[in-house]
């Protein structure tokens, strides 16, 4: 069975930074992609970030790019997602996902597995 459990969210200023963690477990990823998608209330969910974990290419939203990067630690099975330079609309709960689909993929129902989320509070 595959876990994916994030953390590292949290309270944080505009301008602060952030870095969310997501432990995966269960089975062998080195073919899948992991991408983070966030939600804020009352708006569907959409995606943030993604990178092959065999390769490392990556690929960003173009709210995010230049501010967030996506990175992984094949020995710890573990991706990571650094946010600086926060603003109040990045206030959402962060999701951790895996695919086995080959290419990038941006949308949420082609993600096979989903962590918990963890909280990403941005103050003004």
């Known amino acids: 069975q595959v876990q994916l459990v994030e953390s590292g969210g949290g309270l944080v200023q505009a301008g602060g930074t952030l870095r969310l963690s997501c432990a995966a477990s269960g089975r062998t990823f080195s073919s899948y992609a992991m991408g983070w998608f966030r939600q804020a209330p009352g708006k569907e969910r959409e995606f943030v970030a993604t990178i092959k974990w065999n390769s490392g290419r990556t690929y960003y939203a173009d709210s995010v790019k230049g501010r967030f990067t996506i990175s992984r630690d094949n020995v710890k099975n573990t991706v990571y997602l650094q946010m600086n330079t926060l603003k109040p609309e990045d206030t959402a709960v962060y999701y951790c996902?895996?695919?086995?689909?080959?290419?990038?993929?941006?949308?949420?129902?082609?993600?096979?597995?989903w962590g918990q989320g963890t909280q990403v509070t941005v103050s003004s």
């Open positions: 996902a895996a695919t086995n689909r080959l290419g990038f993929t941006t949308t949420p129902g082609e993600y096979d597995y």
